[in-house]
Structure formats: C-alpha cells, structure tokens
C-alpha cells in the first residue's frame, strides 16, 4: 500500500463545493489533496447534472421558441435531430469546463487522486484506486464534499430502460412514450427536455401538487405551460408497479382518474436525492449524522475537531452554489480565519420554460410562520419586453416585511427567471425595502424593470397598473 503523508487538507469530493474548498485552501497556503471518484473534477453537477441538463434544456426550448413563431407569420418545415451530434456538443460543454478546473488545480499544486476513500483512522483514508494497489492518505484537517444520489423505488426491476437523472442525460435514445415519476425540479425539466425533443411524456407526482411547498399561483403558469407539452400529468399518484416486456415497460398507477395500467419505453425516476455519507467511515472520524443521514455541522462547516462537511450531504437545499459558498467558508475556517455560513437567503431555480426562481421566503412559508408580510405583484402581460417575445405567462412577486417594510422572499415565474433572481437575493442581503427598489431605476424595455414594478406595486405608487386611488 502507498502512503502519501503530510497534508495540511483532504477534500474528499471534486464537486463544486469540494475542488472550491480545495482552491480555496491553496490559494490560502495550505497543502491539499483532493480524492474523487470519477475521472474529471466537477461533480453530479459539471459531469451528470446541472450544466448537461441545461445544454439540453436550451436546445429544447429553441425548439419550442422556433415553433412558436407562427404567431409572427414565420413558418418552419419542421426539424431532424442529429442526436449523436447533439451528445457530442453536450459532451463537448462538459470537457471545456472539466479541463478548465484540472488545470486550475495544476496551477495551485493540489494532489489530484482518484479513487473510492474509505476513513480508516481519525486522519487516514483509504483510497481504492481499482486495477491498482491500495493507498492511504493522512491529513490533518478533512472537509467531506461527498454529494447526493438519486433515490430509488422499491421492488424496481433491474432494466436498463428504468433510469435516474444521470440515465436521462446520458440521451441514449429519444423514446417514444417516456413516464416521469416526481414533479419537482428534475422531472420538470426532464419533460421539458424530452417532449421538446418529440417524446411523448407523461409526469406522476405522489403529491397533490408539482413543485410540492412552492407558492401555486407561481407554479400554475409553469403546469399551464407543461400541459401543452406534455400527454398527461397525474398528481396525487402512485407507482405501485413496474413489469419489464421485451419492448415495453408496463407501469401500474394508483391514483383518481388515472388509467390502472400504462406502457412506456423508458421511465425515468426523479423522486428526490440522497446524502452519499453511507460507507465513508464516518464514525472513525467522531461525525454525528441526523435521522435521515446528514451530517451535522456548525455555522464553520465543522461537524468535528478537524472535520468539516459541505455541500448535498449537510442538508437541503442540494444546490451547487449553496455547496461552492459553504466550500469556501471550510476552507477558510481550516486555515484560521474567522468564517461562517450565515448567508440570509440562498436561491432556487427550475429551469423549465417558463423558469421559476424563488429566493427567501416563500408566502406560503411566511402564512405558514404567521410572519405579517405585504406583497407586491407585477404581472408580465403588462411588461412590453415579455410581450414583444410572445410571452405574457410571467409574474413577479416580492414579499416585505409589514413593519420593517424590508424584503424577505420573492418568487418569479416566467422567462428568464433565473436570471433576475440573483438581483432579489442581493436585496435581500443588504436590507432593502420597498423604496429601495422602487426607486431603483431599470432600463426600460427589460425584465429586469418588473423588479422595481412589483416593488411600486407593493409601495403604492405603481403608474404601470391601475389599482385604485392611493395618496401614498
């Protein structure tokens, strides 16, 4: 067995809160080693998740925005998909960004190995490197950046057409009929991607609603738009069972008005994620994991002397950039600065079409909490930007607080989301109010401006829509 001694820092985990946590570390001084798994550093997120889902996502949605020229008098013969050409520009996206972090680690001089690791002491992991004898690796200080996996159904058959996220975005093929089992974010947009690229989809969520806990007046235009897309979604049921066929897979479906049986060529499952802390070690190191197997840290990131933890495995929400910021804050707390995650809000976004973001607190949470808050919405069918691009589904909603008149939440549906949501989060974090941002001049025409619209919206002294006389 190898040994490779006197590190300063193990960052087990190349995902984003991982090799975040490592160059942080490096540029700070400290002697690093990195252990991941998989060939290249980025994670679910770079290599099986966020940045191949939304290179497809933006393909599907061209697709659909080309369609939709018809209402402008423009007319297309229809389209031939390329599917080897499109996986290898998917795969392409990935490479750039992967190479791009290998060197960056070059450049800090960080150890890169890749392997399984397995704690064997309080500051020794084994790493397997498969082919290859074993080797250990010590360390003084460790952060664990381990991530997620996806959750599985019970009594699943074993059939290569049965697949999770990573399966989907892999786009094999581009079935037929394909059933998507969850209605949040994944399944979402899973079927954006698919029924873009002619699938015919059906979505069952278990719940009585998509996006379960999301305000719905923010979620109705995402369904609205959905459903013309889509064959059928079915809410409030269950997969009771799946039976493999020679060329289908039969799907038996428990819920109110909703065929018994159903026959699908694919069937992906995005019923929710869970914490990689299984195998690890862990109790070598003193961690604590919660009921559902989280592990337990402090707002340094620490969940023991020498220990600290980020990213999926800390707990929701699973985000990428959730898990970067809390990587720099371990980083820095190992070297001896003074850090913590204490950030007021972190944001959300499907990136669906329409996207929907949220940042804060939702008005569902804040009814929930009894918290007194005032809104301000601004509807997008009186935005000229949104109208000039054929979309008038949008809503922008901010939520204050009624004494403070500070902002505490705000959730947008419509194009583009995502991209405003960033300037909400920032409000947040500085304690704007209303007139804070309804003073704030936006250019005009943008998406942006229905930001300082909502917030006039809720400061009574909106000219964009007419609500009544107010002397405000």
């Known amino acids: 067995m190898g040994l490779f001694m006197n590190y300063d820092l193990l960052v087990l985990g190349g995902g984003p809160g991982g090799y975040t946590a490592a160059f942080r570390a ?6 690093v080693v990195l252990v991941e798994r998989y060939p290249s550093l980025g994670g679910v997120c770079l290599n099986v998740g966020c940045i191949p889902s939304k290179t497809l996502l ?19 013969e229809g389209h031939h998909i390329d599917l080897a050409k499109l996986n290898s520009k998917k795969r392409s996206v990935i490479a750039q960004l992967s190479t791009g972090l290998a060197s960056l680690a070059k450049q800090r001089k960080i150890t890169l190995i890749t392997g399984d690791g397995q704690f064997t002491g309080s500051n020794t992991l084994n790493v397997n490197l498969n082919q290859a004898p074993d080797i250990e690796v010590q360390f003084k200080n460790v952060i664990i950046s381990t991530g997620s996996s996806s959750i599985s159904l019970p009594d699943i058959p074993d059939d290569p057409r049965i697949v999770d996220s990573t399966g989907a975005l892999e786009l094999s093929d581009i079935p037929e009929r394909l059933l998507i089992v969850g209605g949040g974010i994944i399944g979402l947009e899973m079927a954006s991607v698919y029924a873009g690229l002619g699938s015919r989809v059906t979505i069952v969520e278990l719940a009585s609603d998509l996006m379960v806990d999301l305000d719905p007046d923010l979620v109705a235009p995402l369904e609205k738009s959905i459903l013309k897309i889509v064959e059928a979604i079915f809410k409030g ?12 897979l039969s799907v038996d479906l ?12 694919k069937v992906l499952l995005a019923i929710g994620r869970e914490p990689n802390t299984k195998g690890l070690g862990l109790e070598k190191l003193d961690v604590q994991l919660s009921h559902d197997g989280f592990v337990s840290v402090d707002s340094m990131m620490c969940a023991a002397p020498s220990v600290y933890a980020v990213g999926d495995i800390v707990g929701p929400p699973m985000l990428a950039h959730k898990a970067a910021h809390q990587g720099k804050v371990a980083a820095e707390a190992v070297a001896g600065l003074k850090a913590e995650f204490s950030s007021l809000t972190i944001p959300s976004v499907a990136y669906t079409d329409p996207e929907l973001a949220w940042t804060g607190v939702t008005e569902t949470e804040a009814k929930k909490a009894g918290i007194d808050f005032s809104k301000g919405m601004y509807p997008w069918y009186a935005s000229g930007r949104s109208l000039s691009t054929g979309r008038k589904e949008g809503i922008t909603k901010l939520l ?18 995502g991209e405003l949501i960033g300037e909400i989060s920032l409000a947040i974090e500085m304690g704007c109010d209303e007139e804070d941002l309804a003073l704030t001049i936006h250019p005009h025409p943008t998406l942006t401006e229905t930001i300082s619209t909502a917030a006039e919206v809720a400061a009574g002294t909106v000219t964009e829509l007419y609500l009544g006389r107010n002397k405000k």
């Open 400 to 417: 204050f607080d009624k004494k403070s008149r500070r902002l505490i939440g705000a959730g947008i549906v419509g194009s583009n989301a």
């Open 26 to 31: 490096a540029d700070l001084g400290l002697k």
């Open 237 to 248: 049921t269950r997969v009771s069972r799946i039976v493999s066929h020679k060329d289908s």
């Open 254 to 265: 428990d819920g109110p008005d909703v065929p018994s049986n159903m026959n699908f060529d």
């Open 58 to 76: 933006h393909v599907s949605k061209v697709i659909g925005e080309v369609r939709d020229l018809t209402d402008y008098g423009i007319y297309y």
